[in-house]
Nanobody, 124 residues
């Protein structure tokens, strides 16, 4: 399974971006999908996850109310809408897929498939 993340870029604080992650596999609809991020000099951290149906989501505390994860199984794509961006959101954002569809994990070790990352830079 290949995951292709896109949508990153440079944005001013308070602005918005929408990240997309397209999956190559038709089995995408069975996977829980997530976004992680890694800022320079820091460990990779969980951002948001969504179960196979879109009915359950989970968010890291600092992005609650600002970020929204969603998916379109017909298009094999997961999205991360990011609003009210802050300089501390600057990071490389990775999408990931968990083949166990019935959990919504925040642990990166639970995710089998990873995209290449897309850079988000938020200027102050």
């Amino acid at each position: 399974v290949q995951l292709q993340a896109s949508g990153g870029g440079l944005v001013q604080a308070g602005g918005s971006l929408r990240l997309s992650c397209a999956a190559s596999a038709r089995t995408f609809s069975r996977y829980t999908m997530a976004w992680f991020r890694q800022a320079p000099g820091k460990e990779r951290e969980f951002v948001a996850a969504i179960d196979w149906s879109g009915g359950r989501t989970s968010y890291e505390e600092s992005v609650k109310g600002r970020f929204t994860i969603s998916r379109d199984n017909a298009k094999n794509t997961v999205y991360l809408q990011m609003n009210s961006l802050k300089p501390e959101d600057t990071a490389v954002y990775y999408c990931a897929g968990d083949t166990y569809a019935y959990r919504v994990s925040t642990r990166d070790n639970d995710y089998t498939y990873w995209g290449q990352g897309t850079l988000v830079t938020v200027s102050s």
